[in-house]
């Protein structure tokens, strides 16, 4: 498409346009706007070696960044999938590989915005636009220096991404309420329920741990002694924390997915997705930091729990800024009956509390639990944009509408009656009719794939 037909049939876009750059697709127009004196570049990248190339500027937007839950936009995070889930050699030839759709805004050359995006399609060939790294990103959202962009210019790129969209609908799922995101595609499509809210520590709410245990209620610091003086009668307590990239942390990432697929199996529960030999990958190529003079870790992170030096519960988390993502965390089933994985769990908070982070974030699948353990909530918001008549059919019914009333009933059923359901699919197996997002927290009641 030219500049002049562009101009044509988007007569609401007074722009230039650049065709076919490097860093585009061969069909994708990238989007000049001149705005008091400042301008404006939109540039959608197709592929690793363009991602690749804005690298240093995208961590440095990160830094700048005030926008919250952005880890799962993070260039480590979002790298590191591509190269293990749009990589050719390594695909599933029975799954359509994703297309990447990273849009990059430039501001006088500076990036001031990154949106990672990508299209992927179902076996009957639904095309939907979503954000990279589902399902394995938690939060969706933007990384933008919010201040450098006018609210205008903001809706004029959402507008730009819709109407080249060549999927049947863009899906946007659980992007916070106070993000610049919403500003700009508030209005637009089908807006799911509001109540959706993701649980955190507030660890700044507190000076030390012990004014945190002595603000919990006499029953709540009974039973979490209780548990300690129970599984310690069994040996010798203790905790380890290992950083991404070592061998050790890619070790018990492996034994952490292994915990985690018999809790989904013995609890009536799918995440087809851990199966998968590239989340494996995924999850052990992340890199990750110890903390430095002036800021806590960064990366991934790996806190363990040992018994006699054995491993017996293990958390998977992310660190971005201040903001701790619990992301993934198993126990030794064996050993269910003495709560290891809620003993890891307070640990890894004290470990947070000690090593600067504000915000220890239980990520945005709801669980009865996570109220016991946080002292705050984080808006969240989702929303589908139709763009063909199927892509209609699949917002308005499927995804607003029998999508989440099946979850309703089904995660409501007793663990034995999910567990004949699920065999019905063949040896336990599930067929999906679309990946759901994982929640990997302890206990968590949502980590499901429908059937």
């Not at 790129?157 to 309420?177: E, G, L, M, R, T």
């Not at 997915?257 to 999850?283: I, M, N, P, Q, Y």
């Not at 509408?401 to 089904?410: D, M, Q, S, V």
């Amino acid at each position: 498409m030219n500049a002049q037909k562009f101009d044509k049939k988007y007569p609401e876009f007074p722009l230039a346009v650049k065709i076919g750059s490097h860093r585009c697709g061969p069909d994708i127009p990238s989007l000049s706007v001149l705005e008091d004196g400042n301008q404006f570049v939109l540039d959608c990248l197709t592929n690793v070696n363009a991602i690749e190339e804005i690298g240093k500027e995208w961590r440095e937007l990160e830094q700048k960044c005030d926008e919250p839950c952005i880890y799962f936009q993070s260039f480590d995070w979002c790298l590191e999938w591509c190269k293990e889930f749009s990589n050719p050699h390594v695909r599933n030839k029975s799954v359509p590989l994703p297309t990447i759709k990273v849009y990059a805004l430039h501001r006088n050359g500076d990036l001031v915005m990154v949106w990672p995006m990508m299209v992927t399609k179902s076996a009957t060939g639904l095309a939907i636009q979503t954000f990279l790294t589902e399902p394995h990103g938690q939060y969706g959202n933007i990384i933008c220096d919010r201040k450098l962009i006018p609210a205008d210019i903001g809706k004029r790129i959402w507008q730009h991404i819709k109407n080249n969209s060549d999927a049947d609908a863009i899906v946007i799922d659980q992007y916070p309420q106070s993000s610049f995101l919403r500003e700009m595609v508030e209005g637009n499509g089908i807006c799911e329920s509001s109540e959706r809210h993701s649980s955190v520590l507030d660890l700044t709410a507190f000076e030390t741990w012990d004014e945190y245990r002595a603000s919990l209620s006499r029953r709540m610091r009974k039973q979490r002694n209780q548990r300690r003086n129970k599984i310690a009668k069994l040996g010798k307590l203790g905790c380890e924390t290992h950083y991404g990239g070592s061998d050790r942390y890619r070790e018990l990432v492996a034994i952490a997915l292994v915990w985690k697929k018999v809790w989904l199996d013995k609890t009536g529960r799918r995440a087809e997705v851990l199966s998968d030999e590239k989340t494996k990958a995924f999850f052990s190529n992340l890199k990750g930091s110890k903390e430095t003079d002036v800021s806590p870790p960064s990366g991934a992170v790996l806190n363990v729990l040992t018994l006699d030096s054995k491993p017996i519960g293990i958390e998977i988390g992310f660190c971005l800024d201040e903001h701790y993502y619990s992301y993934l965390g198993a126990f030794d089933w064996e050993l269910k009956n003495y709560s290891p994985g809620k003993i890891q769990m307070e640990e890894t908070q004290i470990w947070a509390k000690e090593k600067g982070f504000k915000k220890f974030d239980f990520l945005g699948e709801p669980a009865d639990y996570k109220t016991s353990w946080t002292n705050s909530t984080c808006s969240l918001e989702s929303r589908s944009v139709a763009i063909t008549m199927r892509g209609f059919l699949y917002c308005v019914l499927w995804k607003a509408y029998l999508r989440p009333a099946t979850r309703y009933i089904f995660n409501r059923l007793k663990a034995e009656n999910r567990i004949k359901i699920l065999s019905l699919f063949g040896n336990g197996k599930t067929k999906t009719v679309k990946s759901e997002k994982p929640n990997y927290s302890q206990n968590a009641a949502n980590t499901i794939e429908q059937p």
